[in-house]
């Protein structure tokens, strides 16, 4: 197993960090539990395999997930780093902070956590909750009591507000010291500010790194972008994710032993991608959308459409199929935005607005008809 420095936080963590909200489950009088004997033998065999990172939340598999993986850590707590995380929605009076800290720990069976996340907070959740309610303070003085170890945050925003969540934090004296945002192949959105938590000394984790499963299925990405033979995709995303030299783990949701197994081989292996092949990657991947047959940038100039035609959205289910080979994904695509009433191309008012506003050029309304008839 490759370990890594962790931020400033001294810890030194396995490239592959263990997500626990896809514990295998099963149904008992009408009630979704955790399979423990098979979640006990992959927190195991996961934990022999040296991987040091576990990372819940309290409303995964059910509610479930807490109790489960306390379970699971409980003859190797002391040797391995324990992450949860805290609701804001929950926090509507004074000591809320607390009282959920504390149920959370009750449900891991353990006096402590080595991180404790601000869950899944945006720009608006970290002014008026966070630094409204002064939940840093409830959070340094859990740290000072020996409650948690570490204070870290999960994001779902703008990455432009990760660097107003980092800075305001410091500034308020209690400092962020790890960060959870996604991360992957296909999404490198949040790849700047990751350079920028590096640069602050927080430690870094990705979550989604094989795009919430898009990167799993087969496909020849690998020899699109290097000429080389192929790479398994799963690999690729995963070793493109730990290519990054300011990305310190990849969390990986695992839902059964193969997985895991797998998990641990690929974070095992000498042959891991250099800084240098990382950044190759990343530039073949744009150069391969450029020589996409439908070149859409995903500007949103053509937004918003006065007839609702979501067409960024659109061209980029296109992208998947056309690019990375992704088509069954892309099919899936198409079919929930039409479930969910996404306007088509019948529903065009044909006034041109769209490509009018195309800085590429496009011929946005025969585009529309061609990538509709492709996944219908």
């Known amino acids: 197993m490759l370990y890594r420095d962790f931020g400033k936080t001294g810890e030194k963590i396995s490239a592959i960090g263990f997500g626990c909200m896809r514990f295998p489950e099963l149904e008992i009088d009408g009630k979704k539990v955790v399979d423990t004997e098979k979640t006990d033998e992959m927190i195991r065999a996961a934990y022999e395999g040296g991987i040091n990172y576990f990372d819940t939340a309290p409303y995964y598999c059910n509610s479930n997930s807490e109790a489960a993986l306390g379970r699971g850590v409980k003859a190797f707590r002391e040797k391995v780093l324990l992450s949860s995380k805290f609701p804001t929605e929950v926090a509507k009076k004074p000591g809320d902070f607390r009282r959920q800290l504390e149920t959370t720990l009750t449900r891991l069976d353990t006096p402590y956590l080595d991180f404790y996340h601000f869950w899944g907070i945006s720009k608006d959740k970290f002014d008026n909750i966070i630094m409204a309610q002064n939940l840093l303070e409830d959070a340094r003085k859990a740290k000072e009591e020996g409650l ?83 790479l398994p995709t799963y690999e690729l995303a995963f070793k493109f994710c730990l290519g990054n030299p300011n990305l310190s783990c990849a969390l990986s949701g695992m839902q059964t032993l193969d997985m895991v197994q797998k998990n641990m081989a690929i974070a095992s292996a000498d042959t891991g991608f250099s800084e240098e092949e990382w950044k190759i990657l990343g530039e073949s991947m744009e150069q391969l959308k450029k020589f996409s047959e439908l070149y859409c940038t995903g500007c949103k100039y053509c937004q918003p459409c006065p007839a609702g035609i979501e067409i960024p959205r659109i061209f980029n289910m296109f992208t998947y199929h056309n690019v990375y080979g992704l088509t069954d994904h892309a099919k899936y695509m198409f079919n929930d935005y039409c479930k969910n009433d996404g306007k088509l191309s019948d529903a065009c008012l044909n006034c041109g607005f769209c490509e009018r506003k195309c800085p590429q050029h496009l011929k946005i309304r025969e585009e529309l008809k061609k990538v509709e008839a492709l996944f219908r």
Do not use: W
């Open 148 to 230: 948690i170890r570490h204070i870290s945050f999960s994001f779902h925003d703008s990455p432009s507000s990760i660097k107003h969540i980092i800075d305001c934090s410091e500034a308020a004296g209690v400092p962020m010291e790890s960060m959870l945002v996604q991360y992957n192949l296909l999404d490198r959105s949040n790849e700047e500010m990751l350079a920028y938590a590096h640069e602050k000394g927080l430690g870094t984790v990705a979550m989604g790194p094989v795009g919430g499963g898009r990167l799993a299925a087969p496909t020849q990405l690998y020899s699109k972008l290097t000429g080389k033979d192929s």
